[in-house]
């Protein structure tokens, strides 16, 4: 169960798979309410915004539901696209935005069709070049939330140095920025085997003071909130005892 909590990374269109319908969204709230959250984060991925528009209009007239439902939208950063992502803050009305690393230099290195790339690379390079990007993403200035930290190791890559040292860096732009790292456990589910950020890397957001948010990356109704009890303890025991929530771009610290 994850009583008390929310899933602030729930993808209703998925990769194009979901349905953008009152029906669809009700199973996600269903699942929500049966794990025991409080409320749950609608974060799409960009590419599929104009598809999300009618979505983003209900807001006038209330969703359909009696459930907080928060709207997010993950987006997948890359250099160029900053008065893209302003327009589009402007023109709707999140609660969050998520910024994403999800390539490098064109390689997306987290989808399983591209997983030869990995195949010759240094561990430690590739994580020195995936922590500059969310630099990049931090002191954009455009988001609230990093979205899954250390993705780079989705498919079990695994850097020499500890992952907090390569990422020093991104820590304190994050930091600087005042945005929030999700505890994303979608990476339980893949060849990484394991939450994002890792233990030692979440600890260290501790320290430096930066606050966190809950994502299970649902791509389906029955994956939000999944490992949610998991995520809370090693939160815990990285020393949180509280997390943010959002409205309207503002952040709303909670109890753990």
Request: proline letters at 5%.
């Amino acid at each position: 169960m994850a009583a008390g909590l929310a899933d602030y990374h729930v993808h209703l269109l998925g990769h194009g798979e979901g349905r953008l319908t009152a029906e669809y969204l009700a199973e996600f709230v269903q699942r929500a309410r049966s794990q025991g959250l409080e409320e749950i984060g609608l974060a799409d991925h960009d590419d599929f915004l104009e598809v999300l528009r009618p979505l983003f209009a209900s807001r006038d007239g209330g969703w359909p539901s009696d459930y907080p439902v928060r709207l997010g939208l993950e987006v997948s950063y890359r250099a160029g696209r900053e008065e893209e992502i302003r327009r589009l803050a402007r023109e709707f009305r999140f609660d969050y935005l998520i910024g994403s690393v999800h390539d490098l230099d064109g390689w997306p290195f987290d989808h399983p069709d591209y997983v030869e790339g990995y195949a010759g690379r240094d561990a430690d390079e590739l994580y020195r070049r995936y922590f500059s990007a969310v630099v990049r993403v931090a002191e954009s200035g455009l988001f609230d939330v990093i979205g899954h930290l250390d993705l780079i190791k989705v498919f079990g890559c695994r850097s020499r140095r500890p992952a907090s040292e390569l990422a020093e860096a991104a820590l304190e732009a994050v930091r600087t920025q005042g945005l929030a790292v999700e505890v994303n456990t979608a990476g339980l589910f893949k060849p990484a085997g394991e939450i994002y950020p890792g233990p030692e890397l979440l600890r260290a957001c501790f320290d430096r003071g930066i606050p966190i948010t809950f994502g299970s990356d649902a791509h389906r109704p029955e994956e939000v909130g999944r490992s949610f009890a998991q995520a809370a303890e090693l939160a815990r025991r990285a020393g949180y005892r509280r997390y943010v929530r959002f409205r309207a771009r503002r952040r709303v610290l909670v109890p753990l």
